[in-house]
């Protein structure tokens, strides 16, 4: 007969789609093996102020399609404290729990890691970011449902740029990690893409000036729009002050959009649903057996278990060959249209 283990589980730092579908997974399984599973809400504020409930296949039932957590998300600068660490450790301790589940990105993962430290209990992290920056897994849980709603927006900014023959810079999430930003620019047919992997700020001068070159260029065909996908955090001063500089300096209208949150939210595609429930699923499977200090993630369709202090070194970058693609063929044949 199985053990009665109490399994935690919480979603942590920014929401992701797909995160629900981890949820429900993570509830059925421990269903499944007879385990309680206890929801912690807010991130590691709930461990911290003990924000806690047990999790009924109910409350799970109907949250697959939906964005966002169930169990709310949050920051927690606490838990960079030892105060913090220890006030969610006495939590655990206190209601008995045997493993913890973490659904987030590298910050939820160094917070696992500092509780890890002090707690004898078990530790699974799952990949729950829209950057797709976590090193060990092709994709994050989040990751395609952003790609497909920067898409449709840029479809619908690209009407009217068409249009009206404008110009348009269009700034996606990503925080420090091109994936979004450069996947996004190539389905879109983006004339420029200004990612990490082919732009650094102290290049901005020279950048701009090349901007401003094939943008007057496009111009003088009179029936061409020009679209711009920028990574967040990357330019000095974002979008808007890339607009300001090609006014200013070059006398270009430039119309800046900055998608923002639009990206985290909406229902999960079928993609994100899918890789969310099998490693939910993975993850109470491999709690069962014993196992910790580890992140389920997928490599080649196949469920890969990666330490999680190997997953927040941030080696992985975009494919070299969609970058090489971008720079050296679609965007110059783009432009010599």
């Not at 290049?203 to 020009?226: G, V």
Request: proline share 2%; aromatic share 6%; charged share 20%.
């Amino acid at each position: 007969m199985n053990k009665k283990l109490k399994i935690a589980i919480l979603t942590s730092g920014g929401d992701a789609p797909g995160m629900n579908a981890a949820i429900r997974a993570i509830v059925l399984a421990c269903n499944r093996y007879n385990y309680d599973c206890i929801g912690v809400y807010h991130g590691y504020n709930g461990l911290i102020n003990a924000d806690i409930a047990k999790l009924k296949i109910e409350a799970v039932n109907n949250i697959i399609q939906q964005g966002g957590t169930l169990l709310k998300s949050a920051r927690c600068p606490e838990l960079r404290t030892k105060t913090g660490v220890q006030q969610a450790i006495n939590t655990l301790i206190k209601e008995q729990i045997d493993a913890l589940i973490v659904i987030g990105g590298d910050g939820s993962f160094t917070g696992l890691l500092a509780i890890a430290e002090q707690w004898r209990g078990q530790v699974i992290g799952l990949p729950g970011t829209i950057d797709n920056d976590l090193d060990g897994t092709d994709y994050t849980i989040g990751f395609a449902t952003a790609i497909n709603t920067a898409i449709e927006a840029i479809d619908k900014i690209r009407d009217t740029a068409n249009a009206f023959d404008r110009v348009f810079i269009v700034e996606l999430m990503g925080r420090n990690s091109g994936h979004i930003a450069f996947n996004v620019g190539v389905a879109c047919a983006a004339e420029q893409i200004i990612s990490f992997e082919n732009f650094h700020p102290s290049q901005a001068e020279d950048k701009l000036a090349e901007l401003a070159e094939e943008i007057y260029a496009e111009q003088k065909s009179k029936d061409n729009s020009y679209l711009v996908v920028l990574a967040e955090n990357l330019w000095p001063g974002g979008a808007m002050h890339l607009a300001e500089q090609l006014k200013e300096q070059f006398n270009i209208d430039c119309a800046a959009c900055v998608l923002g949150h639009i990206q985290r939210g909406g229902s999960p595609v079928a993609k994100d649903r899918i890789l969310a429930t099998k490693l939910g699923v993975g993850a109470v499977q491999a709690i069962k057996v014993g196992k910790s200090l580890l992140m389920l993630g997928e490599r080649d369709n196949e469920i890969v278990e990666v330490a999680l202090s190997e997953t927040i070194k941030h080696s992985k970058t975009v494919n070299e060959n969609l970058v090489a693609a971008q720079q050296n063929i679609l965007a110059l044949t783009a432009r010599s249209n």
